[in-house]
T-cell receptor
Framework: KNQVEQSPQSLIILEGKNCTLQ??????????LRWYKQDTGRGPVSLTI?????NTKSNGRYTATLDADTKQSSLHITASQLSDSASYIC?????????FGKGTRLSVIA | NAGVTQTPKFRILKIGQSMTLQCTQD?????MYWYRQDPGMGLKLIYY???????DKGEVPNGYNVSRSTTEDFPLRLELAAPSQTSVYFC???????????FGSGTRLTVV
């Protein structure tokens, strides 16, 4: 069964600190992996999309890595800001439908 | 730029009532999707469309219907609302099947 598991479920960090969110998947065959940010009460917004041949991709303070051999991805947030407080969702694409993880809830506090 | 617009933002329905969730996009995307998001769960695909006149079932289509008469609009119909349909519904569109998705801001539906 195609699955996407994210850890941790939730995380609290101080403003200015870095953090890393994890994503493990069992989806096969694999097309691309995406990270989305979802603010409370809003729809998900795309951060990065990586194909199986890409190892890393950055979007400002967000850097996603992908290891297609171990089927793991991570999202690293540098110098966190209060506005980074949101859910971060890992999504794996095979064909329609996409397989969504449950997300990691990040809270950045002052 | 409007992107993907969903209406209404909130709705309370009684069991057995029907309603239509509206979704429109102004990006000329061929692909459109309806998802539901239950608390603590990943998004689940209800229906999708690869172009005007073409629709297909997703993972959880029971209790819902869709139509795609134009490229811009993709309404979702609930015929006999049930408490299990209490959820947040998101519409999304993309220029290609494997391309990035643009999501609407969601409709929070409660069935009582």
């Amino acid at each position: 069964k195609n699955q996407v598991e994210q850890s941790p479920q939730s995380l609290i960090i101080l403003e200015g600190k870095n953090c890393t969110l994890q994503c493990n998947y069992t989806v096969s065959p694999f097309s691309n992996l995406r990270w989305y940010k979802q603010d409370t009460g809003r729809g998900p917004v795309s951060l990065t999309i990586m194909t199986f041949s890409e190892n890393t991709k950055s979007n400002g303070r967000y850097t996603a890595t992908l290891d297609a051999d171990t089927k793991q991805s991570s999202l690293h947030i540098t110098a966190s800001q209060l506005s980074d407080s949101a859910s971060y969702i890992c999504v794996v694409s095979v064909n329609t439908p996409l397989v969504f993880g449950k997300g990691t809830r990040l809270s950045v506090i002052a | 730029n409007a992107g993907v617009t969903q209406t209404p933002k909130f709705r309370i329905l009684k069991i057995g009532q029907s309603m239509t969730l509206q979704c429109t996009q102004d990006m000329n995307h061929n692909y459109m999707y309806w998802y539901r998001q239950d608390p603590g769960m990943g998004l689940k695909l209800i229906y999708y469309s690869v172009g005007a006149g073409i629709t297909d079932k997703g993972e959880v289509p029971n209790g819902y219907n869709v139509s795609r008469s134009t490229t811009e609009d993709f309404p979702l119909r609930l015929e006999l609302a049930a408490p299990s349909q209490t959820s947040v519904y998101f519409c999304a569109s993309s220029y290609a099947e494997k391309g990035g998705y643009t999501f609407g801001s969601g409709t929070r539906l409660t069935v009582v």
